[in-house]
């Protein structure tokens, strides 16, 4: 009998039944597709022993002219710059109180430390710096006190609590997994001081949250979410997750806390000197003081403002307002007849969400249009154009530019501007937004990997409070596939050889690398499959049997002493029935003989109206391709 090969469709198609889909795939975890064939995705390592703290939903690399490099990291408890695999804390600083405005007390037995410091102005998880406390008179010492302190809980407006730990313990030295692990210190009966009388508390940017949280009922939400008349039953947010936007201004960076203040970081400083905020950089003029995102244009070098305050009506934030300095300035942002600095307010939504730019323009997204400024030149600067209306995005961070073409996952559905906007068909669409979380939307990040032309979408499933599903789209392929592991944030490589990314764990990993999971030591697998949808002989009126297999798999370059998959057929008689009958067996490549230059065969003896078929890998050191397996099957009767 002669062999029959298997080829199926390249991606993966969940918009119809698994039986329409014959032919395809219809499963898939941690697999790729390149020129057709699917593949195992590449390993992961932690780019660093050191962790951060907080979760991270921003990365921004960059070069300085000295060819340093550095990571932007940006969480909702801090922000770091990533120098050499070491996290340097430059975190704005926003009140430092004059001496003696802070005073101490201790209670005999506890380590909690009430700190009296009026209208502080602090929230639970701030950060504060003590210098200048003397001795309670106990143990709890000058060193205990005068250190870095995460603030554990509010008492009132002029009062709040830490947790006093071993002296000079500075915070990156406990941090471990991204959480502070400390030794606390427990006073005993001779702390009956306060700290004396020149203690300055130095009071970093107020924290921000990690999970959205959100509110619903009569007039909730943006317009026209929902039906006229009737109360909004959607989570709708109220006070979302700390995200970041950083972008540099030749070799210095700048930052923007979303709905809060625009910092700069002066490269020649060093990497451990906090940024500050740019109202109080010499000769600033009319600079905002609140914005959504800030941006510096590639092109013609202004920094530009989105859903900021406005120059007539400094420090109320209008949520449609682009504002943009003098070109090559920081710090000058008054409109006057003889600069380039000027603002433009969006005619249409509730609020910019996010802004995007290509090589020849600056994207805007509203919550219900697309709009496109470009550079004009004087005497108007900039100018916006409505592209789309009725368009959603699911989130700030879930737009990205791939030379001119924008990429973005809506409220439901993907789209893709290169000229014009389009609905992006997606064959696992239904699959994907059945499955979010549309309560941790702000939480869905995208990322890009040029090496295998994909655009990467991490998401939080229907199940899941935090990112921990991702769905791919090869732009080169056209075609989708999805898989389970979790990212907060992406960057493609460049400055650096490999894709990096920010985990909840409080690591960033390098991706691409090696064949195995990093995120554990020593190294697990990633458990890799693709599974494709039954198939029949003609239309499934006779009954098909299944003997022998001659395998297709390149193993590439794995490490592992034997490296094998598992290629596994089902069987079953009806398109709605049970696969009742499987076999499975492993093809094996030895250490002396490449895949390619023998054939080895796999016996089955299995009957059924339907086959599907499935290979998977489950060890370490594996990775593999598959081609184009042979098949012996035959017709086996009708009943």
């Given at each position: 009998?002669?062999?029959?090969?298997?080829?199926?469709?390249?991606?993966?198609?969940?918009?119809?039944?698994?039986?329409?889909?014959?032919?395809?795939?219809?499963?898939?975890?941690?697999?790729?597709?390149?020129?057709?064939?699917?593949?195992?995705?590449?390993?992961?390592?932690?780019?660093?022993?050191?962790?951060?703290?907080?979760?991270?939903?921003?990365?921004?690399?960059?070069?300085?002219?000295?060819?340093?490099?550095?990571?932007?990291?940006?969480?909702?408890?801090?922000?770091?710059?990533?120098?050499?695999?070491?996290?340097?804390?430059?975190?704005?600083?926003?009140?430092?109180?004059?001496?003696?405005?802070?005073?101490?007390?201790?209670?005999?037995?506890?380590?909690?430390?009430?700190?009296?410091?009026?209208?502080?102005?602090?929230?639970?998880?701030?950060?504060?710096?003590?210098?200048?406390?003397?001795?309670?008179?106990?143990?709890?010492?000058?060193?205990?006190?005068?250190?870095?302190?995460?603030?554990?809980?509010?008492?009132?407006?002029?009062?709040?609590?830490?947790?006093?730990?071993?002296?000079?313990?500075?915070?990156?030295?406990?941090?471990?997994?991204?959480?502070?692990?400390?030794?606390?210190?427990?006073?005993?009966?001779?702390?009956?001081?306060?700290?004396?009388?020149?203690?300055?508390?130095?009071?970093?940017?107020?924290?921000?949250?990690?999970?959205?949280?959100?509110?619903?009922?009569?007039?909730?939400?943006?317009?026209?979410?929902?039906?006229?008349?009737?109360?909004?039953?959607?989570?709708?947010?109220?006070?979302?997750?700390?995200?970041?936007?950083?972008?540099?201004?030749?070799?210095?960076?700048?930052?923007?806390?979303?709905?809060?203040?625009?910092?700069?970081?002066?490269?020649?400083?060093?990497?451990?000197?906090?940024?500050?905020?740019?109202?109080?950089?010499?000769?600033?003029?009319?600079?905002?003081?609140?914005?959504?995102?800030?941006?510096?244009?590639?092109?013609?070098?202004?920094?530009?403002?989105?859903?900021?305050?406005?120059?007539?009506?400094?420090?109320?934030?209008?949520?449609?307002?682009?504002?943009?300095?003098?070109?090559?300035?920081?710090?000058?942002?008054?409109?006057t007849a003889t600069n380039t600095?000027?603002?433009?307010?969006?005619?249409?939504?509730?609020?910019?969400?996010?802004?995007?730019?290509?090589?020849?323009?600056?994207?805007?997204?509203?919550?219900?249009?697309?709009?496109?400024?470009?550079?004009?030149?004087?005497?108007?600067?900039?100018?916006?154009?409505?592209?789309?209306?009725?368009?959603?995005?699911?989130?700030?961070?879930?737009?990205?530019?791939?030379?001119?073409?924008?990429?973005?996952?809506?409220?439901?559905?993907?789209?893709?501007?290169?000229?014009?906007?389009?609905?992006?068909?997606?064959?696992?669409?239904?699959?994907?937004?059945?499955?979010?979380?549309?309560?941790?939307?702000?939480?869905?990040?995208?990322?890009?990997?040029?090496?295998?032309?994909?655009?990467?979408?991490?998401?939080?499933?229907?199940?899941?409070?935090?990112?921990?599903?991702?769905?791919?789209?090869?732009?080169?392929?056209?075609?989708?596939?999805?898989?389970?592991?979790?990212?907060?944030?992406?960057?493609?490589?460049?400055?650096?050889?490999?894709?990096?990314?920010?985990?909840?764990?409080?690591?960033?990993?390098?991706?691409?690398?090696?064949?195995?999971?990093?995120?554990?030591?020593?190294?697990?697998?990633?458990?890799?499959?693709?599974?494709?949808?039954?198939?029949?002989?003609?239309?499934?009126?006779?009954?098909?049997?299944?003997?022998?297999?001659?395998?297709?798999?390149?193993f590439k370059t794995s490490t592992?002493?034997?490296?094998?998959?598992?290629?596994?057929?089902?069987?079953?008689?009806?398109?709605?029935?049970?696969?009742?009958?499987?076999?499975?067996?492993?093809?094996?490549?030895?250490?002396?003989?490449p895949v390619g230059d023998r054939?080895?065969?796999?016996?089955?003896?299995?009957?059924?109206?339907?086959?599907?078929?499935?290979?998977?890998?489950?060890?370490?050191?594996?990775?593999?391709?598959?081609?184009?397996?042979?098949?012996?099957?035959?017709?086996?009767?009708?009943?």
């Open positions: 009998m002669a062999l029959s090969k298997l080829q199926f469709r390249p991606g993966v198609n969940r918009e119809v039944t698994s039986y329409t889909n014959e032919g395809g795939w219809f499963d898939i975890d941690n697999v790729r597709f390149q020129k057709g064939f699917p593949e195992k995705i590449g390993g992961w390592q932690k780019s660093s022993s050191n962790s951060f703290l907080g979760t991270c939903r921003a990365l921004h690399p960059w070069v300085s002219l000295d060819r340093d490099q550095y990571i932007g990291v940006g969480t909702n408890l801090k922000y770091y710059i990533d120098e050499g695999g070491f996290y340097n804390d430059i975190t704005p600083i926003r009140l430092t109180t004059s001496a003696g405005d802070v005073t101490l007390s201790a209670t005999n037995g506890s380590s909690t430390l009430v700190v009296a410091d009026t209208s502080h102005g602090a929230v639970v998880n701030d950060f504060v710096t003590f210098t200048g406390a003397v001795s309670l008179g106990g143990v709890i010492t000058a060193g205990v006190i005068n250190q870095e302190y995460q603030i554990t809980e509010i008492v009132d407006n002029n009062s709040y609590k830490v947790l006093a730990r071993v002296a000079d313990t500075p915070i990156y030295d406990i941090t471990v997994n991204g959480q502070l692990d400390p030794s606390y210190v427990l006073a005993n009966g001779s702390d009956t001081g306060n700290g004396g009388s020149s203690i300055v508390g130095a009071y970093q940017i107020n924290t921000g949250l990690d999970i959205t949280v959100s509110g619903a009922g009569w007039g909730a939400g943006t317009w026209s979410r929902g039906t006229w008349g009737s109360a909004s039953n959607d989570p709708i947010v109220s006070n979302t997750i700390r995200l970041w936007s950083h972008d540099n201004f030749g070799e210095d960076l700048l930052m923007n806390v979303r709905d809060g203040g625009i910092y700069y970081w002066d490269q020649t400083g060093t990497v451990n000197t906090r940024a500050v905020d740019i109202t109080t950089l010499a000769g600033g003029q009319s600079v905002p003081t609140v914005a959504k995102q800030v941006m510096v244009s590639d092109r013609d070098r202004h920094v530009i403002a989105f859903g900021c305050d406005t120059e007539s009506n400094p420090g109320v934030q209008d949520p449609l307002a682009i504002r943009f300095s003098d070109q090559e300035s920081l710090t000058d942002w008054q409109t600095a000027g603002e433009l307010r969006l005619g249409s939504g509730s609020e910019i969400v996010t802004a995007v730019e290509t090589r020849q323009q600056i994207l805007v997204f509203t919550d219900t249009t697309l709009y496109a400024m470009q550079f004009l030149g004087p005497p108007f600067t900039f100018g916006v154009s409505a592209l789309s209306e009725n368009i959603t995005i699911a989130g700030a961070n879930a737009a990205i530019a791939v030379d001119d073409t924008v990429f973005w996952m809506g409220r439901s559905e993907f789209y893709v501007y290169s000229g014009a906007v389009q609905r992006l068909p997606c064959a696992v669409r239904d699959f994907v937004f059945s499955d979010i979380n549309e309560g941790e939307l702000e939480k869905i990040n995208v990322g890009l990997n040029t090496e295998h032309s994909e655009v990467w979408w991490f998401y939080p499933s229907s199940n899941s409070g935090e990112v921990n599903r991702y769905v791919v789209y090869n732009y080169t392929e056209q075609v989708w596939y999805y898989g389970s592991f979790a990212r907060t944030a992406w960057v493609d490589r460049g400055i650096f050889d490999f894709p990096f990314a920010a985990n909840t764990d409080g690591y960033i990993y390098e991706h691409e690398i090696g064949f195995d999971d990093g995120t554990t030591d020593p190294e697990t697998s990633i458990v890799a499959y693709v599974q494709s949808s039954p198939m029949d002989i003609g239309d499934g009126e006779q009954f098909m049997l299944l003997r022998k297999m001659i395998p297709d798999v390149d592992a002493v034997i490296p094998e998959v598992a290629i596994t057929l089902d069987v079953k008689n009806a398109p709605d029935g049970t696969y009742s009958i499987s076999q499975t067996d492993a093809f094996v490549k030895t250490q002396s003989v054939t080895e065969q796999l016996f089955f003896r299995l009957r059924g109206r339907q086959m599907r078929f499935e290979i998977r890998s489950t060890e370490t050191g594996v990775t593999w391709r598959l081609g184009s397996p042979r098949l012996d099957l035959r017709p086996d009767g009708r009943r």
